[in-house]
């Protein structure tokens, strides 16, 4: 899609307050995100914040994400806006075990897995049903956008913290790249 580069611009601004507010409010605030704006979206959609390694990096790396619960796990869809490619942190998922994600004020290691077959049919049409843009995304390009399952594993009690840099947590040793 020729456009989405400025797409992408116009809503990254956007994007890093949300994940502030999240993170600085501990979840209190940024939880609920207003997706109406987007024909069929919702005021209250929900999101968490995934923290993922940077497989180029090795930076810690924060992003907030729309959701849905999916039994006892989470969801998430890797869509970008529908563009060619996958989003970066789509890629830093698939290269570890496991990731980190904060759903309110609660933080939890997950396993995940890329929803596949019928599963993935059934889940995706979840998702569509909850956020309707889904579908536009997934016209505007030829790969089938994928659906990640994140099934969490542990609670943890540390606080995801933001770098310098929005995005960044400081915390790792390992933000060189």
């Given at each position: ?13 956007g994007?890093?307050?949300h ?60 869509s ?22 904060q ?36 016209a ?7 659906v990640?399952v ?6 943890l009690?540390e ?19």
């Amino acid at each position: 899609m020729s456009d989405m580069s400025e797409f992408l611009t116009e809503v990254s601004a956007g994007i890093k307050e949300h994940l502030r507010l999240y993170i600085e409010t501990d979840g209190r605030e940024g939880y609920y995100k207003d997706m109406s704006h987007h024909p069929g979206g919702d005021p209250k959609s929900i999101t968490l914040v995934l923290r993922t390694i940077g497989r180029k990096t090795g930076r810690t790396l924060l992003a907030p994400l729309l959701y849905n619960h999916w039994k006892d796990e989470f969801v998430i869809v890797a869509s970008k806006g529908g563009g060619d490619e996958n989003p970066g942190w789509f890629y830093n998922v698939t290269a570890a075990d496991m990731v980190d994600v904060q759903v309110k004020n609660r933080r939890y290691r997950c396993a995940w897995r890329i929803a596949t077959g019928a599963e993935r049919a059934r889940i995706w049409s979840f998702m569509v049903d909850y956020y309707p843009p889904y579908r536009t995304y997934q016209a505007r390009t030829k790969r089938e956008i994928p659906v990640l399952v994140l099934t969490p594993v542990e609670e943890l009690q540390e606080k995801f913290v933001l770098g310098s840099a929005l995005g960044v947590d400081v915390r790792t040793d390992k933000q060189k790249s």
